[in-house]
């Protein structure tokens, strides 16, 4: 599936947030969001799956107007990850299995029991389907919250910043796990992410929101010191450690 946004503005209370932000996204491909604090990340993933809904501009979906979707045909082609979610004591089977609400009428089919069964197994979570999510780590109740995504089968994955308040581990584990669902199939995915080193090593392209506008757009390898100062008011060093580029901080710009 292609995703085409074309000149999107949103504004809260007649602020503008976002300002002719476009953008295309093909199939197999990771795009990282990054900024500063109020920069639009999160607004802008809204955006994209109609939470928010667009003041000026389009999203497109194979040359389909998004607006033109009713919700359950967003949320079978949108998987959204929010920054907080709850899904109370209910078992990890039970919670990807939300997933498939947007494919249900009166009850979860057979098919869609096997889709969660297949998911679990995926993502190694066999021995974790009877318990209750809140007795998970916080590592594993993230991959059960990205799991009820997969459970969608959409053709996008909309993360919002989905390694916060997760320990260095549990953050590769993450977004490894989100490089090797994207990578192996025709979906994509939108990641918000704070640690630019996470998100070289891991997305595709990046895209740079300042003032609400697009400031960088490009693969990764394309990024430079001078970008990043302009964005975050940081001077830095780049570098490389095998193969993996990464950001050194040296001082406030």
Same mark, same amino acid.
């Given at each position: 599936?292609?995703?085409?946004?074309?000149?999107?503005?949103?504004?809260?209370?007649?602020?503008?947030?976002?300002?002719?932000?476009?953008?295309?996204?093909?199939?197999?491909?990771?795009?990282?969001?990054?900024?500063?604090?109020?920069?639009?990340?999160?607004?802008?993933?809204?955006?994209?799956?109609?939470?928010?809904?667009?003041?000026?501009?389009? @999203?497109?979906? &194979?040359?389909?107007?998004?607006?033109?979707? $009713?919700?359950?045909? !967003?949320?079978?082609?949108?998987? %959204? #990850?929010?920054?907080?979610?709850?899904?109370?004591?209910?078992?990890?089977?039970?919670?990807?299995?939300?997933?498939?609400?947007?494919?249900?009428?009166?009850?979860?089919?057979?098919?869609?029991?096997?889709?969660?069964?297949?998911?679990?197994?995926?993502?190694?979570?066999?021995?974790?389907?009877?318990?209750?999510?809140?007795?998970?780590?916080?590592?594993?109740?993230?991959?059960?919250?990205?799991?009820?995504?997969?459970?969608?089968?959409?053709?996008?994955?909309?993360?919002?910043?989905?390694?916060?308040?997760?320990?260095?581990?549990?953050?590769?584990?993450?977004?490894?796990?989100?490089?090797? @669902?994207?990578? &192996?199939?025709?979906?994509?995915?939108?990641? $918000?992410?704070?640690? !630019?080193?996470?998100?070289?090593? %891991? #997305?595709?392209?990046?895209?740079?929101?300042?003032?609400?506008?697009?400031?960088?757009?490009?693969?990764?390898?394309?990024?430079?010191?001078?970008?990043?100062?302009?964005?975050?008011?940081?001077?830095?060093?780049?570098?490389?450690?095998?193969?993996?580029?990464?950001?050194?901080?040296?001082?406030?710009?």
């Amino acid at each position: 599936m292609n995703l085409q946004v074309a000149g999107i503005d949103f504004s809260y209370n007649h602020i503008p947030i976002l300002k002719e932000v476009s953008f295309d996204l093909a199939p197999g491909k990771i795009l990282g969001i990054m900024g500063i604090n109020g920069a639009g990340k999160s607004t802008l993933l809204k955006c994209l799956n109609r939470i928010l809904k667009l003041q000026t501009g389009a @999203v497109f979906v &194979d040359e389909t107007d998004l607006r033109k979707m $009713s919700g359950n045909e !967003i949320a079978q082609r949108f998987g %959204y #990850v929010p920054q907080k979610h709850d899904v109370g004591s209910l078992t990890v089977f039970d919670a990807v299995l939300l997933g498939r609400k947007p494919y249900m009428k009166w009850s979860a089919s057979r098919h869609d029991l096997m889709i969660v069964a297949d998911v679990l197994k995926r993502l190694g979570f066999e021995h974790l389907a009877q318990r209750p999510v809140n007795r998970l780590s916080g590592g594993e109740y993230q991959k059960v919250i990205i799991a009820r995504a997969l459970a969608q089968e959409p053709d996008v994955l909309l993360l919002d910043e989905p390694t916060s308040n997760l320990d260095l581990k549990n953050q590769l584990q993450v977004m490894e796990l989100v490089q090797q @669902v994207v990578h &192996d199939s025709d979906m994509s995915a939108i990641v $918000s992410l704070h640690d !630019i080193n996470l998100a070289l090593r %891991y #997305v595709d392209d990046l895209l740079m929101l300042k003032d609400g506008v697009i400031h960088f757009l490009s693969p990764k390898k394309e990024v430079t010191a001078a970008v990043i100062e302009e964005i975050f008011g940081v001077r830095v060093m780049l570098g490389e450690i095998n193969s993996y580029q990464i950001i050194i901080p040296i001082n406030l710009k």
